[in-house]
Every structure is written in C-alpha cells, then in structure tokens.
C-alpha cells in the first residue's frame, strides 16, 4: 500500500497527487457546502474552507501550477458570470431600474468608505488584508480574484500578499451572510413592515406586466372599421398588435395579411401588450372566449426554435413570413421571457418563436430556421474562447488614473467580465452565437469558481491558523461584520424610509448588491415570492463590475 500512501500523503506534488488533492477538495467542500444550517448554506465557498484545512496540514501544490489552475478557474468562472449577467446589463437601467442601481452603487460606495476609514483609524491593518475582508464581508469571490490579479500587476513576485488577502476573505465570509440576512430582518422590525401586506402589494402592482404580450379575441363590432384593412387598424390604434388568425362570417379561419379587409362580425385573435387591451376593446368591440384549437381547421400554432447560426441578429420582418411561407408570428420566447414579434425583433439562436399557420408551411420555416433542440445542447467553443482572448487582451491594456502609482488594468478579472457582457449584448455583430443552455452554463461557472476557491485555500492554508485564530484575526472578522452590515442599513432606511421602496424588492436589492446567492435564496423561501429574484437581477451585473473594479482600485490607490 505504500503506492496509495505516497499518492496522499501531504508534500506530494506529483501530477497525479495534484489531481487527486484538487478533485478530494473540490468533491468534499461541494458536499460541505449542500448543508444548512438555520436554513443557510455556504454553498461551494465551502471548497475555498476545505483547501484551507489541507494546506495548513501540509498539503501543496507545484506554484506554477497553482497559479495557472487558478488564474483559469478564474476566467472561466468570470466569463460564464458575464454571459449570464450581459443580456440584463443595459436594460437594467431602464425604468424602476435606474433607482435600484444607483442604490446598489451606494451600497457599493460605502463599503469603499468604511474600508479606507479603518485603513486610516487602524494602522495596524494593511489595505491588501482590508481589501480581502471587504471581498468576504461582501461575499464577492471575483472582486477578491481582480484584487489579487492588481496585486501581481504591481509586484509579480507578491505571492504572500495574495493569500494573505484570502485569508482575510476566509475570515470575514461566514459573517458576510448572516449579516446580510440581519440586515433584512433589522429594516422589517424598524419600519414594522407586514410580510404578507408586502407581498399582496407586489402581486397587485400590474406595472411589471403592461408590457407582457397577451392573446386575446375581439369581436368586430364597430362599423366605423368595417371595410378597413389592418394597415388601416394601425393607423387608428397606433399601438403595435400582431393578428394571428381571423374568422369572418362563414367561419372560415385565414391567416391575415396587412391588406385583409376587415367586416363587422369578424372574430381575431390577437397579441397585444396587456396595458392595451381596453383601447382595443373600446375602438374595435369586446373581447370574447374563444378555444381557437377546438375549432379545428388547417390554421394551427407551433413553437419552432432558432438553432441555425446565420439567423443569430436577423430582424424578423427579414423572414418574410407571409410572402414566403403564409405565416405570422405572434411572440418570441427569449430566455423564459415572452417577446413581441415586432418587425424589428432581432431574433437569436435559443428563441422560442410562436407562428400561426397551415401544418405544412410551419414546417418548412422550421427546417429553415432549424428547430433542432439537438444542436442548442452543443456548447459553442468557438464564442467561448474568442471571448477569453479577447478578455485577457482588453484585460491587459493599461489605464492611467491621476495619483495612481501604476497604470491600472482590468487584468484576468474585469477584462473577460467586460468583454462577456458586450459580446452577450452584441455579439451578433460579430456572427457570435451566444446562447449557451443553462446546464452548461453552470457547468462552466461551477467548474471555474471550484478551482479557483481550491488553489486559493490549498496556497493559503500554512498560515491561515496562525494568523486568522488570533487578536488580528478577531479584528478582521469585526472589521467585516461592520462591513456588511452598515452599508446595507443605511440604503435600506433611504430606500424604505425615503422611496417607499417594497420590502421584498429591498430584500432582493440586499442580495444583488451584495453579490450572495444565499441570502437571495432566504429571501424567496420566506417571502415565498419570486419578486427579490428580480431586484437581485435587475442590481446584480452593474454591481459585479463596480465591485471587481473597486477591489483593485483600493489596492492600487494604497499599496
């Protein structure tokens, strides 16, 4: 057995012991992390805890290929994040948006604040140990990763200073997230706020779908329109709708074009914003129930997907549907989302679009477009690793500030996230195909998160003990408590206390601004409402930039 021993045993730094101590980390925190307590898990920060025990206990890898699995750990992890995050990006600054934002970079602000403020009251700490409890008190493992890769950029030899900076995020990281959490529970007991009125309030506010797509029939009562066509409806209405199908008089279904005349007695089913339904009511006549499909006839409505690349960024009015295949289209379906088929709607591999038509007409445009659900399971390398080298490139480009000892660079961090969110946005420009399906998406994020949390803790553990279970220590877990948690009770008392802001909205804003799956995952399962998952995407991609930029500021501003 001497074989097995010299493969486990720690100072081992063989391949194979390599990949036998990053796959032992890597499977050990992922199970650690699934476990709850007060109905919280760490989750797969867990890894980042199990490489500190076994590093302290002398496990070790070769420093080159430490940094290297870490480095990619950290790139793919950052890129799959900006994918994600990209579509949302820019319309997350539309509308209620705008406020949320701006109080998620207020959040962000003032944990900058509090960090140079103790930097300066407690000169026993080093901003590089502060900027590691910031990274934890705030639970964002890529801004820890982008500080890191500023610390390098300064001194390529300052490899102890990087994990002392993981050190400091290990300390302050468990505390990050219940302070989150308190926080919440903090702002509903001062401003004695009702849950279940919260909630009631949400599901009746009907802001959030005036805009959804909504299929309706109306009967053609007014005489007035009776012998116009829909170009001429248009005109009338002047809102966009989409009419599927139509049965006149005889009860006879036809696909409608823009010049179908329309007769009193018409029947149509149309798409429409839900916002606008009473002006087409009030100008075309009531809406009755109709079942379309058990009305049988050769008009049916199909789902066909988009998997063929050369109609990635495609408006749809370039189809040409009717001319060329007696169709229309009523929506798209994009990322769980129902969209307005709008002439304009640029399509993108991964839409679900909905048409209306004969059986076999719908078919041949679903062998043009493809509709193969085969070829949305295969990754698209290509995009990926265009997108990784173009991110290490505009990650590298220096940027001079003024007082600023060295240019700073968006380094191995910030460069694939920036990058990510633009080819996500507009990739299509490009003839990049972006959809990624979410198991692989996941897949990727897990698998670079896990790897870089691993290097990180296996490098850090030597000395993790001797430095985090001491005075310094103490201080930097209550250096990060404060952190968190002050932040968070200031913009939330501005948010309820100024804006009236819903508490399950400021819940979500907490999470997003803060960066933290769990304390999102609290808030759904105690509101029992999806409504914090939507502030939490609505701040989540501008405060992911800001706080990768922020962590490499501090530490190129105080070094």
Known sequence: ???????????????????????????????????KIGGISLGVTFVLFVGLVLGHFGYKVEDEILHFVREFGLILFIFSIGLQVGPGFFTSFKKGGVRLNMLAALTVLLNVAIVIAIFFIDGNTSMVSLVGVMSGAVTNTPGL???????????????????????GYAAAYPLGVIGIIMAMLIIKVVFKVNTDKEIEAIENEAGDDAHKPAIITIELTNERIDGKNLIELHQIVTSDFIVSRLRNADGEVIIPTSQTILHKGDLLLMVVETQDIPRYTAIMG??????????????????????????????????????????????????????????????????????????????RLA??????????????????????????????????FPGVSVPMKLGLAGGPLVVAILISRFGYKMKLVTYTSSSASLLMREIGICLFLASV????????????????????????????????????????????????????????????????????????????????????????????????????CFM
């Open 1 to 35: 057995m001497d074989w097995l021993l010299t493969l486990l045993s720690p100072g081992q730094v063989s391949l194979a012991s390599t990949l036998a101590l990053y796959a032992f980390v890597i499977a050990s925190g992922v199970f650690l992390g699934k476990m």
């Open 145 to 167: 990763g982008a500080a890191q890769q500023a610390i390098l950029q300064v001194n390529p030899d300052a490899y102890n200073l990087s994990e002392q900076m993981a050190m």
């Open 286 to 363: 009531p809406e009755v129930d109709m079942d379309w499909e058990e009305k049988g006839g050769p008009v049916i409505s199909r789902r066909i997907v988009i998997t063929r690349s050369q109609y990635n960024g495609v408006p749809l009015r370039k189809l040409h549907l009717h001319a060329g295949y007696r169709l229309n289209a009523t929506r798209v379906n994009r990322a769980g989302v129902d969209l307005l088929a709008s002439p304009e709607l640029r399509l993108q591999v991964g839409d679900r679009m909905t048409v209306v038509g004969h059986e076999s007409d719908i078919a």
């Open 367 to 400: 062998s043009k477009l493809g509709n193969s659900m085969k070829r949305l399971n295969e990754p698209n390398m290509i995009t990926i690793f265009v997108g990784i080298l173009l991110g290490i490139i505009v990650g590298s480009i220096p940027i001079a």
């Open 457 to 556: 803790g296996i490098a850090s553990g030597a000395g993790f003990a001797e430095t985090v279970f001491n005075s310094t220590g103490m201080m930097w877990v209550l250096w990060g408590f404060i952190i968190t948690i002050v932040p968070l009770l200031i913009v939330g008392c501005i948010a309820r206390g100024v804006y009236k802001i819903n508490l399950l909205t400021i819940m979500g804003l907490f999470g997003g601004g803060m960066t933290d799956p769990p304390a999102l995952a609290y808030a759904n399962n105690s509101t029992g409402s999806d409504a914090p998952a939507v502030a939490y995407s609505t701040v989540y991609p501008l405060t992911m930039f800001l706080r990768v930029v922020a962590a490499q500021l501090l530490v190129l």
